[in-house]
């Protein structure tokens, strides 16, 4: 008996427009571009995500101990310092998988600067300012390249210059209420950062004792052309330790 189930659409053919009602939104230039780059990223990267819980007692000590001098200083900005610090010590992480014309051509190239990116929602979409030589700044240093490229962003300022040279990036929803997510690779580099809300909740101590503490859930997406897991593991506790320790800021 014939099938009732419709035919499928030969390859190549337009794709049918969505059934019911509805209003069909062009993109803005920023969308494309947005669409054009995810869509890159996800089919020519093969990517793989590692999380992990970090305890922010200290860190967050450190932002209050900065309060009194009136310094407008943001997680983001303690985040930033501490990923740059990290990558100068695992340089094999701030780096591009940079293809050639055969297999045998491509390469992985290691970037002598670090340049973090910073995910910056706005209205119609994200843009992600680059904080260029994170390594070599102070705390207070970056919270001023920060808010100076949020505030461009914000207000469509940012430069060309602004948006290019990222070697690696952070996008952080906590701010939103996010706990936890995965995040999309921005190419040409070779991992990104999710960073969720900080939640306190009960902890269990190396002495056995139940602690409410400040924890914070991040979620690193690597390259696995560049990054192996052991590798990407290596990174994040290397961060952790960095943020739970924290007594490797440069303040000034």
């Known amino acids: 008996p014939a099938s009732s189930a419709p035919a499928a659409p030969a390859p190549g053919a337009a794709r049918p427009a969505p059934a019911g009602p509805g209003q069909s939104i062009p993109l803005t230039r920023m969308r494309r571009i947005i669409a054009e780059r995810m869509a890159l990223s996800t089919s020519t990267i093969p990517q793989f995500r590692v999380t992990r819980e970090v305890d922010l007692t200290r860190t967050l000590a450190v932002r209050e101990a900065l309060l009194p001098l009136q310094v407008k200083l943001s997680l983001t900005d303690l985040l930033i310092q501490a990923c740059a610090l990290t990558l100068v010590a695992q340089p094999n992480a701030n780096a591009s998988f940079v293809p050639g014309p055969t297999p045998a051509?491509?390469?992985?190239?290691?970037?002598?600067?670090?340049?973090?990116?910073?995910?910056?929602?706005?209205?119609?979409?994200?843009?992600?300012?680059?904080?260029a030589g994170a390594d070599r700044l102070s705390l207070l240093g970056i919270a001023r390249e920060r808010e100076a490229l949020v505030q461009a962003a914000r207000s469509g300022k940012l430069s060309p210059a602004q948006l290019q040279g990222g070697t690696f990036t952070i996008s952080n929803l906590g701010a939103y209420g996010v706990d936890s997510f995965d995040a999309i690779i921005n190419p040409p580099e070779a991992a990104i950062l999710a960073v969720g809300q900080v939640v306190r909740k009960?902890?269990?101590?190396?002495?056995?004792?139940?602690?409410?503490?400040?924890?914070?859930?991040?979620?690193?997406?690597?390259?696995?052309?560049?990054?192996?897991?052991?590798?990407?593991?290596?990174?994040?506790?290397?961060l952790a330790d960095r943020l739970q320790l924290a007594d490797q800021y440069r303040l000034a």
Do not use: F, K
């Open 105 to 131: 051509d491509a390469a992985i190239q290691q970037h002598d600067q670090v340049n973090i990116g910073l995910a910056v929602a706005l209205d119609d979409g994200l843009v992600v300012p680059v904080v």
């Open 202 to 238: 009960p902890v269990v101590t190396a002495e056995g004792a139940v602690e409410v503490r400040p924890m914070l859930s991040l979620t690193l997406t690597c390259d696995h052309r560049v990054l192996d897991g052991a590798a990407a593991a290596r990174l994040l506790g290397s």
